[in-house]
Nanobody
Framework: VQLQASGGGIMLAGGSLRLSCTASRGSLGAFAMGWFRQARGKEREFVAGISWSAVTDTYSDSVKGRFTISRDNDKNTMYLEMNNLKPEDTAVYYC????????????????WGQGTQVTVSS
């Protein structure tokens, strides 16, 4: 499956953005999905993950309560709704897919989309 992330942009602190991750050449429903981000000069961080059927999701402490991950398998698309954005959310955001049972720990993701830049100014 090929993944493409979109929806990034420049926002003021406190604003909202919704990222999308669309799959082609395969079905998103075969994978657990996740969002990761990498700020300049920092390691990649697992932001959120969602199970195959969307019954279970998980978030990093840094975004819990502000971000919501969701998916629509019929549309082959995953989303990340980001609210109350903070300057520290500035990063390149990547979507990824895995069949690993350790998805909820941010592990085993081996299918990556290109990133989309999110910039939050204060």
């Amino acid at each position: 499956v090929q993944l493409q992330a979109s929806g990034g942009g420049i926002m003021l602190a406190g604003g909202s953005l919704r990222l999308s991750c669309t799959a082609s050449r395969g079905s998103l429903g075969a994978f657990a999905m996740g969002w990761f981000r990498q700020a300049r000069g920092k390691e990649r961080e697992f932001v959120a993950g969602i199970s195959w059927s969307a019954v279970t999701d998980t978030y990093s402490d840094s975004v819990k309560g502000r971000f919501t991950i969701s998916r629509d398998n019929d549309k082959n698309t995953m989303y990340l709704e980001m609210n109350n954005l903070k300057p520290e959310d500035t990063a390149v955001y990547y979507c990824a897919a895995t069949t690993s049972g350790d998805w909820y720990r941010g592990l085993g993701f081996n299918n990556w989309g290109q990133g989309t830049q999110v910039t939050v100014s204060s």
